[in-house]
């Protein structure tokens, strides 16, 4: 039940940014329960992003394929497959990334970071590669396996892009563990 809850939380989450980022168009009932309204009505007074850690890596990195998506992210954040992907990204999109890391937590916790205090799903739930341009930007990269075509992948990123936005502009408090991501 309470696994079920962080779900519906992020849920309720995408909703209310989704209803404010395009008002125009999109609307909730007013008796709906807003993001503000979850915040409130669960007592949650600081909310704070998990930091990255040190995140497990794979012995066989010469060895993945397509239908596996972590060693993916692993064979794309090592040093020498990161330049490939960030010349291909400056070539394709004009932006100059940093290092391209991998597993940003998406983990939201009322206030100390632990299994008690989930408001989202943690552990496994990250954005998967990700990067800081040159112009300061937070550059988000979603992988997806081969066989693996579903169109959830527009929720998910619009949900990591209005998580990070948030933390930026500190709605989202972002627990600090080192100061370079």
Not at 7 to 26: L, T
Not at 30 to 48: A, E, H, M, Y
Request: with cysteine; aromatic share 14%; hydrophobic share 35%.
């Amino acid at each position: 039940m309470v696994f079920q809850r962080r779900h519906f939380n992020r849920f309720i989450y995408r909703v209310d940014a989704f209803g404010k980022k395009y008002s125009e168009w999109f609307t909730v009932p007013p008796k709906s329960d807003t993001w503000d309204d979850q915040i409130k009505f669960n007592g949650w007074k600081d909310l704070v992003l998990n930091s990255p850690g040190n995140r497990n890596t794979i012995d066989d990195i010469d060895e993945f394929n397509a239908a596996s998506g972590h060693k993916l992210e692993m064979y794309f954040s090592t040093k020498e497959e990161s330049e490939v992907l960030r010349k291909a990204i400056k070539e394709q999109f004009n932006i100059i990334v940093s290092d391209i890391r991998n597993q940003y937590p998406v983990g939201i916790f009322n206030g100390i970071a632990s299994t008690d205090n989930y408001i989202f799903t943690g552990g496994k739930s990250a954005i998967d590669l990700y990067s800081i341009g040159e112009d300061n930007s937070f550059n988000i990269f979603e992988l997806k396996a081969e066989k693996n075509v579903k169109v959830g992948i527009l929720s998910e990123l619009f949900f990591y892009s209005c998580l990070i936005r948030d933390t930026i502009s500190g709605k989202i408090r972002r627990k600090i563990i080192s100061p370079d991501l």
